[in-house]
């Protein structure tokens, strides 16, 4: 099916573990981001990539490691998860252009104990 | 202060009411987005916009750039309207980066 899809939708783990959340998009859209959702934070930009491997830090990259060898695929890895990093985890895609719309996947629930 | 600001924080209204969400931003920008969460929902973009106005359905959005303001407008409010309202603008040099709003959560009752 078209469109942007992450997995797993939810995820429960342990501190000190590594973790990867997956995020894939049909539409060979060269820009990709990851970004965390926290209550009185509101989103915020972990990584962002513009091309296959080309990819930068956003606000807040610390604990993240992402990675883009196919322009398809965004992968995010929490090399060893930390309770701070309990969130709700988008990932989005847009083509280039000032006019292209963002498109945002339905999101990763991670909670790390 | 925060470069996107969106006012108000919360929102409830009557079935049927017109209802505006606003937002306004420090920074120069070469868009905005409106995007819509409903809860425990994924994020949708609502609009785009460089310049002028943008009507789908009920909704219509503005923006004023020389004011550095939009408003996001719902006509005829509806329950299923209810969700989190976000204001993001986007850079002219930011690889697409969006600065986001803190959200307006919107209920409307029946």
């Known amino acids: 099916d078209a469109g942007i899809t992450q997995s797993p939708r939810y995820k429960i783990t342990e501190t000190g573990r590594q973790v990867t959340l997956m995020c894939h998009q049909t539409w060979s859209h060269s820009y990709m981001f990851w970004y965390r959702q926290d209550l009185g934070h509101g989103l915020r930009l972990i990584y962002y990539?513009?091309?296959?491997?080309?990819?930068d830090k956003g606000e807040v990259p610390d604990g993240y490691v992402v990675s883009r060898s196919k322009t398809e695929n965004f992968p995010l890895t929490l090399e060893s998860a930390t309770r701070s990093q309990t969130s709700v985890y988008f990932c989005?895609?847009?083509?280039?252009?000032?006019?292209?719309?963002?498109?945002f996947g339905s999101g990763t629930q991670l909670s790390v104990l | 202060k925060n470069e996107v600001e969106q006012s108000p924080q919360n929102l409830t209204a009557q079935e049927g009411e017109f209802i505006t969400i606003n937002c306004s931003y420090s920074?120069?920008?070469?868009?905005l987005h409106w995007l819509q969460q409903h809860p425990g929902g994924g994020i949708v973009s609502l609009f785009m916009l460089s310049s002028g106005k943008k009507k789908h359905g009920r909704l219509i959005a503005t923006i004023n750039i020389q004011e550095k303001h939009s408003s996001l407008h719902i006509t005829a409010s509806h329950p299923r309207d209810s969700a989190v309202y976000i204001c993001a603008v986007m850079g002219g040099t930011s690889y697409g980066k969006l600065t986001f709003g803190q959200g307006t959560i919107l209920t409307v009752h029946p």
């Open positions: 920074v120069g920008i070469s868009a």
């Open positions: 989005a895609s847009r083509a280039p252009g000032a006019n292209e719309k963002l498109f």
């Open positions: 990539s513009a091309a296959a491997d080309i990819t």
